[in-house]
């Protein structure tokens, strides 16, 4: 993780896309989360929460990508928003880059 000077005196929480909280869950100011991270515990949200990061009572363990891009792309089409291969396939990639975890999907041009 890198910090940025925003140049802003107060800034709330930054939460990456597909980022679920629990109800209830309490956040607090300068909170960043990563995308597709799911924070479930009963203490505040605060600090850094890695991407794919499912954080639970129990501890965090990564969020397994199948059932993370199931979830996303059900999501998104609830809201009437078109998902495509192509942005399946970023997301694929972003899981691959922050949890080290390989996919074992590839295609043509895969970076």
Known sequence: ???EDTGLQFI???LGDHTKTAITTRIMTGAMVGTGAMHAATHPL?????PFTWATDAGDKPFRLGKFVEIAMTVMA??????SQAYARRL????????GQSSGMSWEGKV
Not at 46 to 50: K, L, Q, S
Not at 78 to 83: A, D, E, F, G, L
């Open 1 to 3: 993780m890198s910090y």
């Open 12 to 14: 709330g929480c930054v």
């Open 46 to 50: 605060e600090g850094w929460t890695a």
């Open 78 to 83: 609830r809201r009437n928003v078109q998902h």
């Open 92 to 99: 694929t990639v972003l899981h691959e880059r922050a949890t």
